[in-house]
């Protein structure tokens, strides 16, 4: 049985305009010590997947069906108590905003104090030295564990943030997009050091990241989200040979380091309102190979090789797919407008060595 | 084109504001009340029965003194026999108009340097401001007894003292919001296509920061009222025209409050009323203007 | 920090500075001969000039400009015209009393404000949270004393419970300590008292549960919630962050009601400073006017002057 299994997840939001279908029956498992990358566009749902593992969705959210399995209980309807017994011990957080991840008035070391007094009795002196040693690991100062989170770079901050995550010695880290807003070469360290800390403790771990580059260098098996819904999901087959175009369309996205006159292209179009989900594949408004079949009847997810499943209808054109993918013009050309897949990560990257 | 574009979005914006103000619920009811004070001290003297120091007088010639809410006096009378509800409604006129003229003069005051101080920065913006900070230490109550003790207590000096009070808050706010205003690209894109400093100032800015002064006008409408109330009950208030402080002084220097309940209530509840209203408006087209300013 | 210290201290003097310039200009350069509005008519031209030299009436302006800055600098403020005691003396006695006003009813709006602020702004859209702030705006906005007026007439004259002004019963106890212990005291000052605190609390509540909203949607009450923290743990953590304004605001709150009591102090016959103030400016007793209002202006100052190092020091941020 898997560490983490989530079953058919139906997460809504209360929104003016009505209730929008963030997360839409989504189903994923994670192994123990296995690390899984969940990428797409942003809105897609894969924030919300992560605070409904933790179970700190916003007031406005609800999750409407399914299972969160963690150890084979569900973290659904759990009693309070008992989710809070478990949250950090046993499942625990990289968050997608390290700046504020922090109480600005704590410093750092009471602040991963509390978490350790929350769940367990440790000696004063034993506290401070698994937060030294903790701090050493993630590659910071020893004595700067008494500083206050202002004191901390923003890169600085997300390792002091990797270190309160292990602070409980957790066996499922989910990391929510862990480099937004850092710069480039903060991010290689981050994720390096997440990678590490992945191989020397075999911990179960979620990176949640729109870049598909990150999923691929890091992630032992990917899931490809989009509009609330699962299209792609397997292990390092996914992005070396896709099936669904739009897992296409995202790895064109990014630069491959195999092919590195392989020009840029960007999906155009916008994700589509999850108020009012559009029939059939929800892809379908952007796909450029989609056909009627595609906007009435909902692909289900078919499994192309062992652990490797994939939502669309024309799974057995895939070589076509993908032939045809490669050239500019099925995307609308190579500066296509209304790009919303946008890699700033590596246009980031090209502004700072100019 | 641009400048008259920036001008329209800031005005309409706030006429837009004002007229969504009906959505709140105590919005609606608020206006709704500040409209029948207006309206009461406009047509006010006209439907008054009585002057506001006229003296009513019994059939046997005596001074109608202290008598309660009868056909003749609907609010009764005080203790030298004027007519309290006629009192009421002359005070209403001098309420609006001192709430008004206060309100107008510091926000203009306020607006202008805090635009001066906002946008030229330096050694302008470091007297203006050492200049607020002088006028915030100053106690305004104590200080404006002493100032009319010493000259003589008239409405316009009130009006005046309260304006010297007012405009730091206003001036304060808006030089803030030029300074977030200055460095938006529209202001240097206007600076580098060669338009000159009052240019910008006059056409870009002010026309951005006008639905602040808007804000700050009720706010000195509701504070002017106020403070005018206050230091007419204090005794330092314009003997000659008649206001619900000076109805308030009068009540409680003849000890109405034992005696006479139907003295105090009116120009007590009638300023309460008033002044809550402007305030509930005032708050309800500040969270308008700005969704996250759910403060004081 | 320290030179922010100092930069905010020379501002505090300039701005004493301004305001005793701008009082000296009231009291001397107003037309009018200050000594003709106490000398009786009955007073021979000798006996005027007398004073006049006493009070250094007859130095040129700028020495009595010299002499006023330096006796204000060091309180000396001479002796009253009518009370026969020096002014300081007089004013420390009134500066008590309205302490023994003002700090309880600050107090009780403080602590209770704090906790009722933070507790709306965690139980958003709760039917607690629309009572106290509907509540809290309505007791905000409205006129202060006539809501003193109302309480006297219901509590006072009406129901007859409390007592209807002044601090002590007549023949009741002296001296600061003594009145501070009495039971006659805590009667005087329950209600004057109740109609403070009735305004000023809702400055902590509007204040902290506005904070409180901002600090809730912040990202590290997920962690803390993550981290699973017990939810008594989590709002402390929130109401500490919320708290931060409300420093700044309490010394703010001080100053203005510090002014502004002279209407309750009226209505309740509390002998504190700004009731002595009205009283000296009715009997043209300046020098205890002029003593009233400086000693008003300096604690206005010295509270504004307390939030901005009190914030520097509260929030670790602001201190790098």
Known sequence: MALVEIEGLEIRYRTEAGDARAVDGVSLSIEGGQYLGLVGESGCGKSTIAKAILGILPPAGRIEAGAIRYAGRDLVGLPPAELRRLRWRDIALVPQSAMNGFDPVYTIERQMTEAIIAHRRMPRAERRQRIEALFEMVGLERSRIKDYPHQFSGGMRQRAMIAMALVLDPDFIVADEPTTGLDVIVQDQILHRIRTIHDATDKAMLLITHDMAVVSENCDRIAVMYAGRIMEYGGASVFEAPYHPYTLGLCNAFPNLADRDRPLISIPGAPPDLVAPPAGCRFHARCPFATTRCTTEVPELLEVAPGHVVACHYVDRAEEFRARAADPATWGGPCASGSQVLPSRHRTANRDIT | ?296 | MGRYIARRLLLLVLVIWCILTILFALFHLLPGDPTSIFVDNNFSVEMIQRQKRLWGLTDPLWLQYLHYIRNMAFFRFGDSFFQDQPVATILVDRTANTCLMIVPALIVSVALGTVLGALAGWRRASRFEQTTVTVSLFLHSAPSFFVGILALMVFSYDLRWLPPGGMVSLGGPQGFWAVLGSRDYLQHLILPALVLVSREITGPILLLRSSMLEVKSSDFIDILRAKGLRERHILTHATRNALLPLVTYIAVMTSTLFQGQVLLEIIFAWPGIGRELVTALGDLDYPVAQGALYIMALVTLTMNFGADLLYGLIDPRSST
């Open chain 2, 1 to 296: 084109m641009t400048m008259t574009g920036a001008y329209v979005s800031g005005f309409s914006r706030t006429l837009r504001a004002l007229g969504t103000i009906r959505r709140y619920p105590s919005g609606t009811a608020s206006l709704i009340v500040v409209l029948a004070f207006i309206i009461l001290g406009i047509v006010g003297p006209t439907v008054a029965p009585h002057g506001p120091f006229d003296v009513l007088y019994n059939q046997d010639r005596s001074v109608l003194r202290l008598s309660p809410p009868t056909w003749r006096a609907w609010f009764g009378t005080t203790n030298q026999g004027m007519d309290v509800a006629s009192q009421l409604i002359w005070g209403t006129r001098v309420a609006l108009l001192v709430g008004l003229l206060s309100a107008l003069g510091s926000v203009v005051i306020g607006t202008l340097v805090g635009l001066v101080a906002g946008y030229f920065g330096g050694w302008t913006d470091e007297i203006l401001m050492r200049l607020t900070d002088v006028a915030f230490g100053i106690p305004f109550l104590p200080f404006a007894m002493v100032v009319i003790s010493i000259a003589r207590p008239s409405i316009g000096l009130v009006i005046l003292l309260v304006i010297c009070f007012l405009w730091r808050t206003t001036a304060r706010v808006i030089r803030a919001q030029v300074l977030t205003l200055r460095s938006r690209p529209f202001i240097w894109a206007a600076r580098a296509a060669g338009a000159g400093h009052l240019h910008v100032l006059f056409r870009h800015i002010t026309p951005n920061v006008l639905p602040l002064s808007f804000l700050y006008m009720a706010v000195g409408v509701q504070a002017g009222v106020m403070l005018e109330a206050a230091l007419s009950f204090l005794g330092f208030g314009d003997p000659n025209v008649m206001s619900w402080g000076i109805m308030l002084n009068a009540a409680f220097a003849a000890g109405a409050m034992r005696s006479a309940w139907w003295w105090v209530l009116p120009p007590g509840l009638a300023l309460s009323l008033f002044v809550i209203s402007i305030f509930m408006i005032t708050r309800a087209y500040e969270e308008l203007l700005d969704p996250r300013l759910r403060a004081v």
